[in-house]
């Protein structure tokens, strides 16, 4: 099978290591790679949108899953989907809306395969009503380092060890998945301003129970009793009564149509075009443009959930040294941890216009699935940053001593004394790999630098 050397990184695009890129067209390809991936071991990549260095694999083998992209099966009836783990997020809304289903948890970007989705067990502003991915997926089908294909079905210690495993247990192939009904493709949407951090996480505490979907915009520039403000966006879907009669919308209540995308940025751009004063002025903007309140304001479907999408390459405009996306989670009971790192954060001035706060509910079994019941923070930063290791090191140690964790799908730079502390069924991770892949078939970067 041909294979490519190239240079991969994350989309942070701060480590990029090179590897053999193979892209397989069958599973039989598949397993004749993974069989014959070499003594640097492989690890499968999906469209890329993992931050860090998790789908990277230097001198070894990346196996591009996206040739691998049928939908097999739709049980349009019960709301089921049987696809291969290539298919995109995107590709399931454009097959599955006008059928009256939608995908079960969606993040900041469609653009993700369902075999990523399920090995970073992502969650989107849903989680506090719908948890993670991996609590829909009813059965998969991994291809195993011993080259054989396994059925692993839901409530197993594989099944568990491989949402969230971050790719190290093997090649998802299939996922058998429930869908969240829907009777139109747009949402209804109230937005509110919040004036600090304290009143955001009030409001968030007293009203995301009547919301299914609930993100925070955050100022992590904004000091003193500013500090922490923010542009609270809540919905849920559309229902067809919501809709005015006449309109194409509702002539077509399931229409898919994503923003038409703009052109991307250049491939180089000026160090320090996003510069703590350009950040703070947009910011500004951002957060007096926002209504002080505002409901049922009807969106479509890509504006509400991936904005961002409407740029590709956007992750270019961090300039050549790229971006450290910074995720953690600490629980409840813990908000004064919370406090404590967006003044930090803010104190150090870091240059941060994509920030949002999400409140998560209960977890799901993954062995290193991320979230647990608590408050996350995401935030990106200029990789270049003077003083940034130092912050997110002491950072890291704040979340730790509060019983939380980092989300692994994001990371780029965590020091591995901290893993176990976070994620506290992590030697039964690696007993089991040890298990099923005694020869360490599949590794990645991430794995390398965590001793995963």
């Not at 949108?49 to 083998?61: I, L, S």
């Not at 989705?117 to 992502?122: C, E, F, M, T, V």
């Not at 990789?383 to 704040?398: H, I, R, S, Y």
Request: hydrophobic letters at 40%; aromatic letters at 8%; glycine letters at 12%.
């Amino acid at each position: 099978m041909p294979a490519d050397t190239v240079s991969v990184s994350g989309w942070g695009r701060t480590a990029p290591t090179n590897a053999r890129l193979i892209r397989p067209r069958t599973y039989q390809e598949a397993a004749t790679a993974v069989r014959g991936c070499g003594a640097r071991g492989g690890i499968p990549r999906g469209l890329g949108r993992a931050y860090g260095d998790a789908a990277q694999n230097a001198g070894g083998m990346v196996l591009d899953m996206t040739g691998l992209d049928r939908v097999h099966a739709i049980d349009a009836d019960n709301g089921i989907v049987l696809c291969d783990a290539g298919v995109s997020l995107h590709r399931l809304m454009e097959v599955l809306l006008p059928l009256g289903w939608f995908v079960p948890v969606s993040p900041g970007t469609r653009y993700v395969t369902v075999g990523g989705a399920i090995g970073a067990d992502i969650h989107g502003k849903n989680h506090h009503v719908s948890g993670s991915f991996s609590r829909h997926v009813l059965s998969m089908e991994l291809l195993t380092a011993d080259g054989e294909v396994r059925a692993v079905g839901r409530d197993t210690p594989l099944f568990d060890a491989t949402t969230g495993g971050m790719g190290l247990t093997g090649v998802i192939l299939t996922a058998t998945i429930q869908l969240q009904p829907v009777t139109t493709s747009l949402m209804s949407v109230d937005t509110e301003r919040a004036r600090d951090l304290d009143d955001l996480l009030a409001r968030l505490t007293t009203g995301d129970d009547r919301y299914r979907y609930s993100v925070a915009w955050i100022d992590l520039l904004a000091r003193g009793p500013a500090m922490g403000r923010a542009v609270l966006t809540r919905g849920d879907h559309a229902p067809l009564e919501a809709l005015r009669e006449g309109t194409r919308a509702r002539r077509e209540p399931l229409a898919f149509r994503p923003a038409r995308r703009l052109p991307a940025p250049p491939s180089v751009l000026p160090e320090g075009l996003l510069s703590r004063r350009t950040v703070g002025w947009f910011n500004e903007l951002w957060y007096r443009r926002a209504p002080h309140a505002r409901t049922g304001e009807l969106q479509p479907l890509a504006r509400f959930f991936h904005p961002l999408d409407g740029v590709p390459h956007w992750n270019r405009i961090y300039g050549r040294g790229g971006f450290v996306q910074y995720q953690f989670v600490v629980g409840h009971g813990h908000e004064e941890t919370l406090r404590g790192i967006v003044r930090r954060v803010s104190e150090h001035r870091c240059p941060s216009f994509l920030a949002v706060l999400k409140r998560f509910g209960d977890a799901d079994p993954g062995w290193l699935s991320f979230p647990v019941p608590g408050w996350t923070l995401a935030l990106d930063i200029p990789a270049g940053l003077p003083g940034l290791g130092a912050l997110l090191d002491t950072l890291d140690e704040d979340v730790a001593a509060a019983g939380g964790r980092v989300y692994l799908a994001k990371d780029s730079r965590l020091r591995p004394e901290l893993l176990a502390t976070m994620y506290p069924r992590l030697d039964e991770f690696r007993a089991l790999r040890a298990e099923i892949d005694p020869r360490g078939v599949f590794v990645s970067d991430l794995a390398r630098r965590l001793g995963l």
